[in-house]
């Protein structure tokens, strides 16, 4: 047990943290906003054209892409949950880009999937300009993939930067 936690507690915690702010911002939504409304307090209306709160509800990905594939992306959801949880342990320790990014990523996948797994589709709600209409798992999911992509741009760089010195230092020492 205590090797399972030392595995696996940090990025069960963030996840869990996400899941929780998600599913608690969701309920909100779904006991307050008759589905298809939207409500912006009456002292934010002048921000009405770039962001508000909707109800929406999504059959589709992140951002309402595939819709209607709830059923394959809850098997999807299935199989990176397993993939992030196998991958996990094995990132280096002081890779903490690369662990915030996971915990993130799965944290997002729980909760769109505790949402596909009890009502059938997912609550989205944050409405930004024309972008299509998200939720706190999406961003997360979102916020994830862009840590993600950074943590491997700044490991190819300093692997550059080490191949350099060693190149340098293989130059003047090899006179």
């Given at each position: 047990m205590?090797?399972?936690?030392?595995?696996?507690?940090?990025?069960?915690?963030?996840?869990?943290?996400?899941?929780?702010?998600?599913?608690?911002?969701?309920?909100?939504?779904?006991?307050?906003?008759?589905?298809?409304?939207?409500?912006?307090?009456?002292?934010?209306?002048?921000?009405s054209?770039?962001?508000?709160?909707?109800?929406?509800?999504?059959?589709?990905?992140?951002?309402?892409m595939?819709?209607?594939?709830?059923?394959?992306?809850?098997?999807?959801?299935?199989?990176?949950?397993?993939?992030?949880?196998?991958?996990?342990?094995?990132?280096?320790?002081?890779?903490?880009?690369?662990?915030?990014?996971?915990?993130?990523?799965?944290?997002?996948?729980?909760g769109?999937?505790?949402?596909?797994l009890?009502?059938?589709?997912?609550t989205?709600?944050?409405?930004?300009?024309?972008?299509?209409?998200?939720?706190?798992?999406?961003?997360s999911?979102?916020?994830?993939?862009?840590?993600?992509?950074?943590?491997?741009?700044?490991?190819?760089?300093?692997?550059?930067?080490?191949?350099?010195?060693?190149?340098?230092?293989?130059?003047?020492?090899?006179?």
């Open positions: 205590k090797n399972l936690v030392q595995k696996y507690g940090s990025i069960f915690a963030i996840a869990a943290v996400i899941v929780l702010l998600d599913q608690w911002t969701k309920s909100l939504v779904r006991t307050n906003i008759v589905s298809g409304a939207t409500w912006l307090p009456q002292s934010l209306l002048w921000l054209p770039y962001a508000r709160i909707v109800h929406w509800y999504n059959t589709g990905a992140a951002f309402g595939f819709k209607d594939a709830s059923m394959v992306l809850t098997v999807l959801a299935f199989v990176v949950i397993g993939a992030i949880l196998f991958y996990y342990p094995q990132v280096e320790k002081d890779d903490w880009l690369l662990r915030l990014a996971l915990s993130l990523q799965l944290g997002g996948a729980l769109n999937l505790v949402d596909r009890t009502i059938g589709h997912v989205d709600f944050i409405s930004v300009g024309n972008f299509p209409v998200f939720n706190v798992a999406d961003a999911i979102t916020i994830g993939a862009v840590l993600l992509f950074l943590d491997v741009w700044l490991r190819e760089r300093a692997e550059k930067k080490a191949e350099k010195t060693l190149d340098v230092k293989g130059e003047t020492t090899g006179e």
